[in-house]
């Protein structure tokens, strides 16, 4: 009898997967502007590295209600304008202005999951087929996977794959980042 190694992660299949925060879904334009307005009505924000360079997407940031919680909404280059691709929550950044506060105290997706909960909570709502890294300091990240070309959502959004991160402190979500690998 011959040994092989055995790739747990080969069998695993994300099906869950978070697509949004208060009705505004990922590479969606009519649900962005539905919740937000025309995208032409929001100003957007694009971080640099010491050098010039773009160190991420261009994104517009909007802001819970109670003034805590962030949410950039990231663009693709060559994306339609308002189809937001990858949506990342966290804290609120006070130095900076938010294009829009919404009405909610929490950025939280269809899910349910928002910043503060416990990794098992967010386990119990999304499966247990992901891999674990290790962030910056003390953060644990979980991370989610979709490269099923055949799955729902990417045949929705016509995008190759899916990726879902999740960082936790002392057990709590402190930040997450969810949406389509650049093509």
């Given at each position: 009898m011959?040994?092989?190694?055995?790739?747990a992660?080969?069998?695993?299949?994300?099906?869950?997967?978070e697509?949004?925060i208060?009705?505004i879904?990922i590479?969606?334009e009519?649900?962005?502007?539905?919740?937000?307005?025309?995208?032409?009505?929001?100003?957007s924000e694009?971080?640099k590295?010491?050098n010039?360079?773009?160190?991420?997407?261009?994104?517009?940031?909007?802001?819970?209600?109670?003034?805590?919680?962030?949410?950039r909404?990231?663009?693709?280059?060559?994306?339609?304008v308002g189809?937001?691709?990858?949506?990342?929550?966290?804290?609120?950044?006070?130095t900076?202005?938010?294009?829009?506060?919404?009405?909610?105290?929490?950025?939280?997706?269809?899910?349910?999951v928002?910043?503060?909960?416990p990794?098992?909570e967010?386990?119990?709502?999304?499966?247990t087929?992901?891999r674990s890294?290790?962030?910056?300091?003390?953060?644990?990240?979980?991370?989610?996977?979709?490269?099923d070309?055949?799955h729902?959502l990417l045949?929705?959004?016509?995008?190759?794959s899916y990726?879902?991160?999740?960082?936790?402190?002392?057990?709590?979500?402190?930040?997450?980042?969810f949406?389509?690998?650049?093509?």
């Amino acid at each position: 009898m011959l040994w092989t190694p055995f790739d747990a992660h080969a069998t695993c299949k994300q099906v869950k997967a978070e697509s949004d925060i208060l009705g505004i879904r990922i590479a969606d334009e009519a649900s962005s502007a539905r919740i937000l307005g025309a995208p032409r009505e929001l100003s957007s924000e694009q971080d640099k590295t010491a050098n010039g360079a773009d160190a991420d997407f261009p994104f517009v940031r909007i802001r819970s209600a109670d003034g805590k919680q962030d949410a950039r909404l990231f663009e693709h280059y060559g994306a339609v304008v308002g189809a937001y691709a990858e949506i990342e929550v966290g804290p609120a950044d006070p130095t900076r202005v938010a294009a829009r506060q919404l009405p909610a105290n929490e950025l939280s997706t269809e899910r349910g999951v928002r910043l503060g909960m416990p990794r098992a909570e967010l386990v119990r709502l999304l499966g247990t087929c992901f891999r674990s890294e290790r962030g910056k300091g003390d953060e644990a990240i979980v991370v989610y996977a979709i490269t099923d070309p055949k799955h729902a959502l990417l045949t929705r959004a016509g995008m190759p794959s899916y990726f879902a991160r999740y960082a936790f402190k002392n057990d709590r979500l402190a930040w997450f980042r969810f949406g389509f690998e650049y093509p």
